[in-house]
């Protein structure tokens, strides 16, 4: 089974609840062509994804910015996965150049993560889940930054949307 089309929208470490809402709002709003070819997910910080979540149209779903590697415990301004799925997040970004670059954190993660999937989950799992890295050359979708908290983002959709069909 091929995977759909992926657009992101990564709100990255921006906006106030009233900003938050606007957005929204605004995604709420706008006319999207199909999501039947392209999936849309929006990452705003962890401090929003409740509202985000609570608020959004359901064919936009909600990721989060970063997950702890390990399951829990005395990890100060850590959040695991088991927390992300508690809040019916199912997505997360992981391995961004950012992380990369100004945490050193480490960059092989696209490079084992499908690996660790097929071994530990399933090769179905594995095929189905989405790695987008730049210049790989099997890219499923991108990412986009400061322009996914702007009403142009829809456009961006839309764009995505006419490519994949």
Same mark, same amino acid.
């Given at each position: 089974?091929?995977?759909? +089309? +992926?657009?992101?929208? $990564?709100?990255?470490? $921006?906006?106030?609840?009233?900003?938050?809402?606007?957005?929204? $709002?605004?995604?709420?709003?706008?006319?999207?062509?199909?999501?039947?070819?392209?999936? @849309?997910? @929006?990452?705003?910080?962890?401090? +929003?994804?409740?509202? #985000?979540?609570?608020?959004?149209?359901?064919?936009?779903?909600?990721?989060?910015?970063?997950?702890?590697?390990?399951?829990?415990?005395?990890?100060?301004?850590? #959040?695991?996965?088991?927390?992300?799925? $508690?809040? &019916?997040?199912?997505?997360?970004?992981?391995?961004?150049?950012?992380?990369?670059?100004?945490?050193?954190?480490?960059?092989?993660?696209?490079? %084992?993560?499908?690996?660790?999937?097929?071994?530990?989950?399933?090769?179905?799992?594995?095929?189905?889940?989405?790695?987008?890295?730049?210049?790989?050359?099997?890219?499923?979708?991108?990412? #986009?930054? &400061?322009?996914?908290?702007?009403?142009? +983002?829809?456009? /961006? /959709? %839309?764009?995505?949307?006419?490519?994949?069909?």
């Amino acid at each position: 089974m091929g995977r759909k +089309f +992926f657009v992101g929208g $990564n709100w990255k470490c $921006n906006g106030t609840v009233e900003q938050v809402e606007s957005i929204v $709002n605004t995604l709420n709003a706008g006319q999207i062509a199909s999501t039947d070819v392209v999936e @849309v997910v @929006v990452s705003p910080p962890y401090v +929003f994804l409740p509202t #985000v979540k609570g608020k959004l149209r359901p064919e936009i779903q909600v990721a989060a910015q970063n997950c702890w590697v390990k399951k829990g415990g005395a990890f100060t301004g850590e #959040v695991s996965a088991e927390m992300l799925v $508690n809040l &019916g997040v199912p997505w997360v970004i992981l391995g961004h150049s950012e992380r990369r670059s100004l945490m050193g954190e480490s960059s092989e993660v696209h490079a %084992n993560l499908r690996d660790w999937l097929k071994t530990n989950v399933s090769p179905e799992v594995a095929e189905s889940t989405r790695i987008i890295y730049g210049g790989q050359p099997d890219v499923d979708g991108f990412l #986009v930054g &400061g322009a996914s908290l702007k009403p142009e +983002f829809i456009d /961006i /959709i %839309n764009a995505a949307t006419v490519k994949s069909a």
